[in-house]
């Protein structure tokens, strides 16, 4: 699952880039909404006051982190379902730092970067209730965010996007970049290692097929994750056997997964045979997890139908 959230200073485009991850079909947790829930809770009325001084008084309790802390279980939830989720609405360091802690390398920011004079004509051009009606009132408001230490924030981003050009250059760049750190396909991989077995053996099996797996090994068991397809998909076809990689997958798709049971001893040789749960040396289990790609594309990427041996209707990228 990736956490992709967006940082600027006021104006610079977050909520547009939010709205863009909103129409790819990632979800969005608005840290806003954190605090417009508590303020309900607390039976206060939602205006722009109550709200200002509950988000002051959540940071000033619980720490500055405290929306974030607060927004992790609802980013699980929906990651659960879409493996990517996006934050819209950081401030400062403090909530950059908790979420890294949290979630590792799968948290990615995106720095927004727009100069001061560009925003305040979009401010104009909004006219917001709560939009600012000068430059220096403009001025002040990033004083007041970057004393969070949003600089810290944008400074450690992982991409920037400038955002001075027109509104469908910005789009299309941000979803651009979306595109390309958003995983499609997850893939697992599994299998025990007996104690005959030599473990580098059983890596390199693994890694004959997808030579960019992380492997892990806990407990006599691999696990590994890894990204590319290719290899595995290079070997299907070399073999000539995507009819019955086809019917397998079919046949092994339980919704949105697709699970393959590999023989180990034949992946030793960099080749592809099924094999069931009760092999002698357990089989390497693959597992593939669609999130934005449907079972058809995915299975027509893989392993298309064939005629006189010949794929038909092979789709040649799951990005395009
Ligand atoms: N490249 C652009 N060209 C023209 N208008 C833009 C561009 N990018 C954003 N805007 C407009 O500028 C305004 C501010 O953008 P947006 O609301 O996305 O910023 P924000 O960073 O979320 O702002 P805030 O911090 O105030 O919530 C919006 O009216 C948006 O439509």
């Known amino acids: ?41 607390r039976g ?14 959540l940071r000033k309790k619980e720490g500055m982190d405290a929306i974030a802390k607060r927004i992790i279980p609802k980013i699980r939830e929906l990651g659960k379902n879409h493996g990517a989720v996006v934050v819209d609405g950081i401030r400062g360091i403090a909530e950059v730092e908790r979420l890294k802690k949290e979630f590792g390398e799968d948290f990615i920011l995106i720095a927004i970067e727009c100069p001061l ?33 949003m600089e810290e924030a944008l400074k450690i981003a992982d991409f920037t996007i400038e955002n001075t050009s027109t509104l469908e250059e910005f789009r299309e760049k941000v979803r651009a970049l979306l595109d390309r750190l958003i995983e499609k ?12 077995e030599d473990p580098e053996k059983v890596i390199n099996a693994v890694k004959n097929i997808f030579p960019d797996a992380e492997i892990e090994i806990v407990d006599g068991k691999l696990k590994a994750k890894a990204k590319s397809l290719e290899k595995f998909r290079d070997l299907i076809r070399r073999q000539r056997i995507l009819d019955t990689v086809r019917s397998e997958m079919i046949k092994n798709r339980r919704g949105r997964e697709i699970t393959l049971l590999l023989n ?57």
């Open 1 to 41: 699952m990736k956490i992709i959230a967006f940082v600027g200073l006021p104006l610079s485009g977050k909520t547009t880039a939010a709205e863009i991850a909103r129409e790819m079909g990632i979800p969005v947790v608005v840290m806003g909404d954190v605090v417009r829930e508590e303020t309900k809770r």
């Open 44 to 57: 206060l009325e939602l205006t722009d006051e109550n709200v200002g001084r509950v988000a002051s008084e």
């Open 117 to 149: 004079e560009i925003r305040f004509q979009r401010a104009l051009k909004r006219k917001r209730e709560d939009d600012v009606k000068t430059i220096e009132d403009l001025k002040k408001r990033d004083e007041r965010e970057l004393s969070w230490s």
């Open 185 to 196: 396909v997850e893939i697992e991989v599994e299998t025990d290692i007996h104690p005959t």
């Open 264 to 320: 180990k001893q034949v992946a030793t040789v960099s080749k592809i045979s099924f094999t069931d749960y009760d092999a002698t040396l357990s089989p390497i289990i693959v597992r593939f997890r669609l999130y934005r790609v449907d079972f058809e594309k995915f299975l027509n990427y893989i392993a298309p139908k064939t005629k006189a041996g010949k794929p038909v209707g092979e789709v040649e990228s799951l990005w395009s």
